[in-house]
């Protein structure tokens, strides 16, 4: 959580900052800061909220320097005022940090450091960083300046306790940027006579693709025309860039009021270019270990929010496809059960981020406990990418909406490729099987563009249901999980109550909750199960729901007069089914958030990347 970016070169620094800032805006949107080395000194601008209330402030204050850092925070310790608001100074008030994540211990360390007669302005953690700092760059021996920074920054680190990044601006050194992290992320940009820090790429992306990814406990100093990088000690290394794939037409809006929306509709290409990578590299990721793999006999998947949604999914794809045991869990909670420890056993993680601090934990977990590790994320180079054995990229390029969409739908294929790819390395399935399966799994980019022209029809419902108090959404088997996937989306885009349900459940208590008029979306495709799903209908229907079926259109001819609205969505397998099902909630959501005014990008309390437990 919280975005930072930090640009040095030959140009002003300040529409950079700005410009990063906003597209890191994602990543928290309590308050905003930017910090200019001007003349030999810090020049601080900061507000509380949004960074267009920031870009204000700088207006009138119009500062200018070729060295900066801006932060846009998400709150962890402190409230969102202006004194809690990046950057944090030492005493001196001429080296600043700025800073994502949590540093654990440190009321232990401010109570030291007051004690020792440092003056704190603020509540943050991040303070105690530059505390810290100031005190290690007047213990440590050092060539020059920026040798001592280094060394106080390797000295620092030793003293922090928790998952954190950040970044340092000293006036001694005010040609240089100097950044580290643990469990967070800290990429560098590296442009012509210029280079950026930030936490994520598209804060730089419309200046370069060359990337260099900062990994735990490395230390980073950037300058106009050098980066250099150094292990926790403070030894120099070197590392090659990477060229990003991601294009600048991927961070913008493209003509769509928001990313939200814009990523709804760009689930075609993104399905379509992630299986176009997927044969391949599943091919690759799974003839590592043939033999292996023939004997694996069990897979945990971890996850957090949607991307678990996706995760419940994939146990039906890998139990039924590939005859494996599969068990599911929030990774927030796999890291504190017991482990017992297993062999021939591969832990799966999926993030889209690849940054998520509970999914981490939960695969390293795995790690320890003899598992083989999978990512299937959206990020290259991400922290998750690092620590797992396998990755399975995703490529639907970058989601920059809260609310995830198009990372879900793509995690789904991801799992279902690895699953044939899993059935038919243990003979599970059969050649004929796999390749009619694969046939159906690559028809779905065109499914998807005819299941997004819905968008019409379900926007025209949400006029009648969006001031509802509640919205319920019933599913089984695959879709499930759909079902729990649609109420999130509501929720956190449009702050309403919203509750998913297995539909063989709502008689055991949940169906009390309905009332007259409670819109109630059942997810029914003309399936082995539909008939079941039919009675779910009526039940509700009973006690006064408006019901809306998300059907296939075998099952909307036998629903006239069961469903209050029905909705066909094209048909596809039945285990492939939720990829298209998934799409009208996704547009309910939006279109019910759009309707009650919601900030849809930026949902109040949320940010895109959970980088703290
Ligand atoms: O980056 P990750 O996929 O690991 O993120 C996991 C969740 O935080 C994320 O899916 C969250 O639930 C979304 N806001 C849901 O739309």
Known sequence: MCGIIGYTGKKNCVPFLLDGLKRLEYRGYDSAGVFILQGGQIVTVRSVGKVAELEKMVLQTNPKGTTGLGHTRWATHGKPSEENSHPHTDCTGDLVVVHNGIIENYLSLREKLESRGHKFRSE??????????????????????????IKAIAKT?????????????????????AGTKVQNPLVVGIGKEENFLASDVPAFLQHT?????????????????????????????????????WDQKKIEKGGFRHFMLKEIHDQPQALEDTLRTEREGFGKILNLDTTGLRKLHTVHIVACGTAYHAALIGKYYIEQLAGISTQVELASEYKYRALVPAT???????????????????????????????????????????????????????????????????????????????GQSNGNISRGFFEKSYKELLSLPKAMDEVLKLEYDV??????????????????????????????????????????????????????????????????PEDRLFEKMVFACQECRA???????????????????????????????????????????????????????????????????????
């Open 209 to 245: 693709r060359k990337v260099l990814f900062v990994e735990d406990g490395e230390i980073v100093i950037i300058k106009s025309s050098s980066i250099r990088l150094f292990d926790k000690a403070g030894v120099e290394k070197s590392r090659k860039p990477v060229k990003i794939d």
């Open 124 to 149: 943050t953690d991040t303070e105690i960083i530059a505390h810290l700092l100031e005190e290690n760059l007047l213990h440590v021996r050092a060539s020059d300046d920026e040798d001592r920074l």
């Open 344 to 422: 021939n056993a591969l832990a799966i993680a999926i993030s889209q981020s690849g940054e998520t601090a509970d999914t981490l934990g939960a695969i390293q977990k795995a790690k320890e406990a003899g598992f083989g590790t999978l990512a299937i994320c959206n990020v290259k180079g991400s922290s998750l990418t690092r620590l797992c054995d396998h990755v399975f990229y995703t490529h639907c390029g970058p989601e920059i909406s809260v609310a995830s969409t198009k990372a879900f739908t793509s995690q789904l294929v991801a799992l279902y490729a690895l699953a044939l790819f899993l």
């Open 543 to 613: 006690r006064g729901a408006f019901v809306v079926a998300i059907t296939t259109k075998a099952g909307a001819k036998q629903l006239k007069n069961i469903a209050d609205k029905i909705i066909t969505v094209p048909t596809t397998n039945e285990l492939l089914q939720p990829v298209l099902d998934v799409v009208p909630l996704q547009i309910l959501a939006y279109w019910i958030a759009k309707r009650l005014g919601c900030d849809i990008d930026h949902p109040r309390h949320l940010a895109k990347s959970v980088t703290v437990e």
């Open 459 to 524: 926007r025209h419902l949400t006029r009648k249901i969006y001031k509802e108090k509640q919205f319920i959404f019933l599913g089984r088997h695959v879709n499930y999980p759909i079902a729990l996937e649609g109420a999130l989306k509501v929720k956190e885009v449009s702050y309403k109550n919203a509750e998913g349900f297995a539909a063989g459940e709502i008689k055991h208590g949940p169906i009390s909750i309905i009332e007259k008029g409670t819109p109630v979306f059942i997810l029914m």
């Open 157 to 177: 680190n030793k003293a922090l306790s928790g998952a954190y990044a950040y970044y340092v601006m000293w006036t001694r050194t005010p040609y240089l940027l």
